[in-house]
C-alpha cells in the first residue's frame, strides 16, 4: 500500500544494460492485491554522471592531498564558509569538522601578529572584488605554527547566480625551512 522507489539494472538483448528507476504501489482490497500503479524511467544517463561526479570529488581530493592544498567556498549572502577536508587537515581539524567564521578564523587560526594583514586582505577581496594572494602564519590547535599561501577570489553571480568567495590555502612551511626562511620576517 506504500509507494516503493527502486533502482535495478537491465541487459537488453542487444547486450546493453541499462539502469532502470521504477516507483510502484500495490494497491489491495481486504489484504489481496488487486492492482499495480507504476511508473519506469531509463535512469542510466544520471547513474553516470553521479558515478563520474563521485570519481572527480575523490581524484580532486587525492589531489589536494598530494600538494597539500585545501580548497573553499564563502556565501556572502549567509556568511558561512565550507571548507574541503585537506582544508580542514592543514588547520588542525578533522575532516568532518564545521568550518569557522571568518571572524572566527581569524581570531582563533590566523597568527595574531598576522590578523591586521589577514583581515585587511579579507576586505579588499570583498570590496575591490578583485583577486588577492597572500602568506600568513596559522596556529593548529595543538600549538604548532605553520605558514600558508591563501589565494581568493570573489566570483559575481558564480554560483545559483549567488555571489560567492572561492580560495585556495597551501601549507608552505617546509617549502619556506628549504629556503632558509627560519623565522617569519617582520612586517
Known amino acids: 500500500g506504500e509507494w516503493k522507489d527502486i533502482e535495478f539494472r537491465i ?13 510502484a504501489k500495490v494497491a489491495r482490497t481486504n489484504g489481496v492485491p488487486v492492482r499495480v500503479f507504476s511508473t519506469l524511467q531509463d535512469v542510466t544517463e544520471r547513474v553516470e554522471m553521479e558515478r563520474l561526479l563521485l570519481e572527480h570529488r575523490d581524484s580532486l581530493a587525492k589531489a589536494q592531498q ?13 556568511q ?7 582544508m580542514a587537515r592543514i ?10 567564521t571568518v ?3 581569524a581570531e582563533r587560526i590566523v597568527h595574531p601578529e598576522d590578523r591586521e594583514s589577514f583581515v585587511r586582505g579579507w576586505a579588499r577581496v570583498l570590496a575591490d572584488r578583485r583577486p588577492v ?3 600568513y602564519r596559522i596556529m ?3 600549538g604548532e605554527i605553520r605558514v600558508v599561501r591563501a589565494q581568493c577570489e570573489f566570483i559575481a553571480g558564480g554560483i545559483d547566480a549567488r555571489d560567492v568567495v572561492i580560495g585556495t590555502c597551501q601549507d608552505v612551511t617546509e617549502a619556506r625551512v628549504r ?8 612586517g
Open 11 to 23: 541487459q537488453r538483448e542487444d547486450g546493453v544494460t541499462r539502469v532502470l528507476r521504477a516507483v
Open 66 to 78: 598530494l600538494a597539500n592544498l585545501g580548497s573553499w567556498s564563502f556565501d556572502p549572502a549567509t
Open 80 to 86: 558561512t564558509t565550507q571548507w574541503s577536508e585537506q
Open 91 to 100: 588547520f588542525g581539524f578533522g575532516a568532518e569538522s564545521v568550518s569557522p
Open 103 to 105: 571572524e572566527e578564523f
Open 133 to 135: 594572494t597572500d602568506e
Open 140 to 142: 593548529r590547535p595543538g
Open 179 to 186: 629556503q632558509g626562511l627560519r623565522e617569519w620576517p617582520d
